[in-house]
C-alpha cells in the first residue's frame, strides 16, 4: 500500500494533471486536496483533451474511486457540466464529494472580482472565480457546506443570512448591484443538491478505509506550492494549501500516512497572474516558449508569463513540502533553446542568497545568478516517442545532464519524465505503486 502526493512545485501549471492521469491507473482512490475550479489541469490520450478544473484527473479509469476532499470549494455548475461531459464519452466517474467541502455561491463570485479591482496594485491577479471569498466564508464559519447544502431547511436558512450580509456589502462598500435575487439563489441550488446527492458523503472515511484496507491511495494538488496560502508568496497566490502538508488536511489522512511526495518541475518556470517572478524572460525566447507549449491559462486563457528554472525557489518548495521524488515535464518543449539558464542564487541588495525571501518587495529586487548549460536538439513527437519505449537510458546527454543537475543540487531523485502530451509520451523511472 502507497500513499503518494502530487504537488506542483513552483507556480502551478507544471503538468500535474498528466502525472495523476498516469499515476492514477495503478491507484484505487484519487482525491483532490485543494482548490476550485480556479484550477486547471488538462489530460490527453486516445487523441482527446480534456480541461477538468473541479473533477479528479483520475476519473478516466472505470471503476477508479476519485473524491473530491474536504480542502477544496466546489462550484456545483462546474463540477455538472465536468460530469455530463466525461460521462457522455463513457467515463461515468465513481465521485465522492466529501460532505464537509465547501460550496462556491454567486456572492462569491461576484465579489472576487470587486475586491481585487478594490486592491489596486495589490490585487493578486485571481481568476474571479469567487475561490479566495468562498475560503474567507470558510474561515470564518460562515459558508455553506454539501451538507448544508443537502438539507433545504438549512440551505435556504443560510442562503437567507448571506444574501442580505452579502448584498448589502456589494451595495454599500463597493457601490454595485447584485443581480440575483435570494430566490433565483436557492431554487438554483437546491436544484444542484439534487443532482449531486448521489455523489456526497464522508469523503475523510472513504479514504480512510481505502488506507486501511491497503489500498493505493494517489493525493492530488492544485496550482503549486509557491503560490500557497500559508507558505507562498503572499499575497501573490491562491487561498488554500497546495502543498503536502494540504494533501493531508484537504483529504483527511494524518501526515504520517503519506510514503511519497512528487514535485512536478517543469523544465522552466511559468506562471498566471501577478506578483515578481525574478528569472521571467521579456523576449523572444518567453513567446517562441509559450507558443510551442500552448502556455496559457488552461482555466482564464491568459498568456503565462515564462522564465528560467529558479533552483533557489524549487529548494524552497522541496523544504516545504518533503519531495521523494521528481517529475520533470515539458523537455519536448524546452528543446531547441541553448544555452538553458538555471537560477542557482540571488542578489538581494548586494548580497548573494540562496533562500527564497518571504516578503514579495523583497523577491521583487532579487537579481538571478544564473549558470548555464547546453540546450538539446529540438526533436519531432515521433522521436521523443520512441525514446520513451527505449527509456531513461535513451534521453539525450545534454536534456539528462540538465535533469541531473537539478535533482542533485535538490538532493531528490528523478521518477518520471515527460516529452510529450499523452501518457505514452512519458518515461517512469520509479513507479511509486510498484508491488
Not at 467541502?101 to 479591482?117: F, N, Q, R, T, W
Not at 440551505?155 to 444574501?163: C, G, N, R, V
Not at 454599500?172 to 447584485?178: A, E, H, L, N
Request: hydrophobic share 35%.
Amino acid at each position: 500500500m502507497v500513499v503518494a502526493a502530487v504537488v506542483g512545485a513552483q507556480w502551478g501549471d507544471e503538468g500535474k494533471g498528466k502525472i495523476v492521469d498516469l499515476l492514477a491507473e495503478k491507484a484505487d482512490v484519487t482525491v483532490r486536496f485543494n482548490g476550485g475550479d480556479n484550477a486547471g489541469h488538462t489530460v490527453k490520450f486516445q487523441d482527446k483533451t480534456y480541461k477538468l478544473h473541479q473533477m479528479p484527473s483520475g476519473a478516466f479509469y472505470p471503476g477508479k474511486k476519485v473524491i473530491i476532499g474536504c480542502g477544496c470549494v466546489v462550484n456545483p455548475k462546474t463540477l455538472l457540466e465536468e460530469i455530463g461531459i466525461i460521462s457522455n464519452d463513457g467515463y461515468a466517474p465513481n465521485l465522492i464529494i466529501d460532505s464537509r467541502a465547501h460550496v462556491v455561491l454567486p456572492y462569491h463570485i461576484a465579489l472576487d472580482g470587486m475586491e481585487e479591482s478594490k486592491k489596486g496594485s495589490r490585487a493578486a491577479g485571481t481568476t474571479k472565480k469567487g475561490i479566495g471569498p468562498c475560503y474567507s466564508d470558510k474561515a470564518a464559519r460562515f459558508g455553506i457546506r454539501f451538507a448544508d447544502m443537502l438539507d433545504k431547511k438549512i440551505l435556504e436558512e443560510k442562503i437567507h443570512t448571506m444574501h442580505e450580509i452579502k448584498t448589502k456589502t456589494i451595495e454599500q462598500v463597493y457601490g454595485q448591484k447584485f443581480a440575483q435575487g435570494e430566490d433565483d439563489v436557492f431554487e438554483a441550488y437546491s436544484g444542484y443538491a439534487d443532482e449531486l446527492a448521489k455523489y456526497v458523503a464522508d469523503g475523510c472515511a472513504a479514504v480512510n478505509d481505502a488506507v486501511n484496507a491497503k489500498k493505493n491511495v494517489l493525493l492530488e494538488g492544485a496550482q503549486g506550492a509557491l503560490l500557497g496560502i500559508d507558505q507562498g508568496l503572499y499575497p501573490y497566490g491562491t487561498s488554500s494549501n497546495p502543498t503536502s502538508g494540504g494533501a493531508s488536511t484537504g483529504s483527511g489522512l494524518a501526515p504520517n500516512k503519506l510514503n511519497e511526495v512528487i514535485g512536478i518541475v517543469k523544465a522552466y518556470v511559468s506562471r498566471v497572474g501577478s506578483g515578481p517572478l525574478p528569472t521571467e524572460l521579456m523576449d523572444g525566447t518567453a513567446q517562441k516558449i509559450r507558443d510551442k507549449g500552448g502556455e496559457y491559462g488552461t482555466t482564464t486563457g491568459r498568456p503565462r508569463r515564462i522564465g528560467w528554472l529558479d533552483v533557489v525557489a524549487l529548494k524552497y518548495a522541496h523544504e516545504t513540502n518533503g519531495f521523494t521524488g521528481l517529475a520533470f515535464t515539458r523537455i519536448d518543449t524546452f528543446a531547441g533553446v541553448s544555452p538553458v539558464k538555471f537560477c542557482v542564487a540571488y542578489e538581494l541588495d548586494g548580497k548573494k542568497t540562496t533562500r527564497m525571501p518571504v516578503s514579495a518587495e523583497e523577491l521583487a529586487r532579487c537579481k538571478p545568478i544564473y549558470e548555464e548549460m547546453p540546450g538539446w536538439k529540438d526533436l519531432k513527437p515521433a522521436e521523443w516517442r520512441r525514446i520513451c519505449v527505449r527509456g531513461y537510458f535513451a534521453v539525450p546527454d545534454e536534456p539528462k545532464n540538465y535533469m541531473k543537475r537539478v535533482s542533485e543540487y535538490l538532493g531528490v531523485p528523478i521518477y518520471i519524465v515527460s516529452v510529450g502530451p499523452g501518457r505514452e509520451d512519458t518515461i517512469v523511472i520509479k513507479d511509486v505503486f510498484a508491488k
